[in-house]
């Protein structure tokens, strides 16, 4: 089991700039695709971006496409959400997962660990 904990959300005004970071505790990240999710009060959970364990495939929801990039330091056991340009339409709480499958799916059920999640508001 890894454990995951999210962190770097906040107030910001539009326009602005954050980056979320995930540290993974536990089993090695090593070989485990990564995920970041978003759910607004009200809304569904919803897909924002993914990374496989090399780097090598990331994805992205074209709602956060040329925005946010994610990124990640295995020997750092750490996820990165570099997020800027950020809208009011942004604001949810963040939430980090990975599978170990290598799979950077976009789907939330392939993901297999959750953190508990960081907010993210941002006024207009």
């Known amino acids: 089991q890894v454990q995951l904990v999210e962190s770097g959300g906040g107030l910001v005004q539009a326009g602005g700039s954050l980056r979320l970071s995930c540290a993974a505790s536990?089993?090695?990240?090593?070989?485990?695709?990564a995920g970041w999710f978003r759910q607004a009060p009200g809304k569904e959970r919803e897909f924002v971006a993914s990374?496989?364990?090399?780097?090598?495939?990331?994805n992205y929801a074209d709602s956060a496409k040329g925005r946010f990039t994610i990124s990640r330091d295995n020997a750092k056991n750490t996820v990165y959400l570099q997020m800027n340009s950020l809208k009011p339409e942004d604001t949810a709480v963040y939430y980090c997962?990975?599978?170990?499958?290598?799979?950077?799916?976009?789907?939330?059920?392939?993901?297999?660990?959750w953190g508990q999640g960081t907010q993210v508001t941002v006024s207009s």
């Open positions: 997962a990975v599978n170990n499958r290598d799979d950077p799916s976009r789907r939330y059920s392939v993901y297999n660990s």
């Open positions: 536990g089993r090695t990240f090593s070989w485990y695709a």
């Open positions: 990374i496989s364990w090399s780097g090598g495939t990331v």
